[in-house]
């Protein structure tokens, strides 16, 4: 079990430092129904992430390591395929960064963040962490990481929570802050919230090359 959780702790981290998804839950604390939507987002996000998990180890279903303890090849394969992804993706980030004193533009959604009701805000946390095309690739490659080890399923499925539960520490820390220090916490958040946003896509082109960098390591070792 503790190498599959070493094996997609790196994915997870990715995950929880991914700027859109903490953006909006900071949004969603200024809301009248802050609470409750925030709550909700925290919870659809670790739903998706856990489904879209499941569906991962499902698939893979019996084919783990080779005889000889290594990754089975399909595993490898995957690793440089989502590589690739990840280096378009971050090109695309860095290509459509700001420029300097230019305001970053967000997502349209967050426009209507206002009118959300809790279940809006629960599908939201879903769609963001299961669809959303970067988070998704992370939550894949961390499933797959999960699934190549020889750990037993219900192993897995114990390193797939702590997986779930790291990912979101990213949008559960706006949402502690804003329940353990009340109208103290409203000056952090939106500090936070513009340093994020001015930073949007540095961050996550960063976070995409240091994945594909991790990925193509891990497959050339095992293919090799």
């Known amino acids: 079990m503790a190498d599959a959780i070493g094996q997609s702790l790196s994915f997870a981290v990715g995950v929880a430092i991914s700027p859109v998804p903490i953006i909006g839950v900071v949004l969603m604390l200024g809301t009248p129904r802050a609470r409750s939507n925030g709550l909700s987002f925290l919870a659809g996000w670790i739903g998706g992430i856990a489904v879209v998990g499941a569906v991962i180890l499902v698939a893979a279903g019996g084919i783990g390591p080779t005889d000889g303890g290594q990754p089975a090849d399909w595993v490898s394969v995957l690793k440089l395929l989502l590589a690739a992804v990840l280096v378009r993706v971050a090109f695309r980030q860095w290509r459509g960064r700001p420029r300097e004193g230019a305001e970053p533009e967000l997502p349209k959604w967050m426009e209507t963040i206002d009118g959300f009701t809790a279940a809006k805000a629960g599908?939201?946390?879903?769609?963001?962490?299961?669809?959303?095309?970067?988070?998704l690739l992370l939550v894949v490659a961390g499933a797959a990481a999960i699934a190549q080890t020889d750990a037993s399923t219900g192993d897995q499925a114990v390193a797939l929570a702590v997986f779930a539960a790291v990912a979101s520490v990213g949008v559960g820390t706006p949402l502690a802050i804003y329940l353990g220090m009340g109208d103290r916490a409203d000056r952090i958040l939106a500090e936070f919230k513009g340093w994020m946003g001015r930073h949007n896509a540095a961050i996550m082109a960063a976070i995409c090359l240091i994945i594909a960098a991790k990925l193509v390591g891990d497959a050339l070792s095992a293919l090799g």
């Not at 599908?123 to 988070?135: D, E």
């Open 123 to 135: 599908g939201f946390g879903v769609l963001l962490a299961s669809i959303n095309p970067k988070n």
